[in-house]
Structures are given as C-alpha cells and as structure tokens.
Nanobody, 124 residues
C-alpha cells in the first residue's frame, strides 16, 4: 500500500523560505512521477510543480516559476519542494501526489495517490 506523508509546512513571513518534504512508502518510489499541488480556501486544487521518475524533467506553474524548486531523492524515497520568496498568495494546504507512470504528467486525474496535506501560511 502506498503512503505519502508531507511535512515542513508552517507559518512564515513574506519573503522567507520553507522546504516541504514528502516521504513515500510502498511500491518502488523511483518508478513514478510525482507532483505538488496546493489548495487555498474556497479555491480548486492546483498543480504547483511536477517531476518525472528520474528528476530529469520538471514543470512549474507560472505563479511559482523562479521561486519554487521541486526535487526528489530516490535513495530516500522522498520528494521535496523548496519554496523561496514566499508571498501571502502562496498560503494553502500543499499536497504531494503520485502518478501510475514514470513520465512527467500535468493532468490532476493521473495522480492516484495523495498525502494528507501540510498547511503553509505566509503573512504579509
């Protein structure tokens, strides 16, 4: 059974940084593409960043490009999201998710396993 557990969220001031982690258990982590999504109150869940199985291909939403970095350590079965220059509009619950394949995937419906989420709050 696949389990995804996020950590690293918290309350920070605008301009500061946070690093989110997602620890994966279950079937071989290295085989699958991963992503970070976020959901703000009253809004839909949006794709923030995605990464293929090897880490060689990545995608970023325009709103975070240049500020956030997605990465993975396949030896530790862990996905990361480094968030720099945080803004109040980055406030949301952040979820990590796993697809059923290894290629980069931007379709939310392709993500079949989800973590419980971690809250990120950025104050102005």
């Amino acid at each position: 059974q696949v389990q995804l557990v996020e950590s690293g969220g918290g309350l920070v001031q605008a301009g500061y940084s946070l690093r989110l982690s997602c620890a994966a258990s279950g079937r071989a982590f290295i085989d699958y593409a991963m992503a970070w999504f976020r959901q703000a109150p009253g809004k839909e869940r949006d794709l923030v960043a995605a990464i293929n199985w090897s880490g060689g291909s990545t995608y970023y939403a325009d709103s975070v490009k240049g500020r956030f970095t997605i990465s993975r350590d396949n030896t530790k079965n862990t996905l990361y999201l480094q968030m720099n220059s945080l803004k109040p509009e980055d406030t949301a619950v952040y979820y990590c998710a796993r697809t059923a394949g290894g290629g980069l995937n931007l379709r939310p419906a392709a993500y079949t396993y989800w973590g419980q989420g971690t809250q990120v709050t950025v104050s102005s």
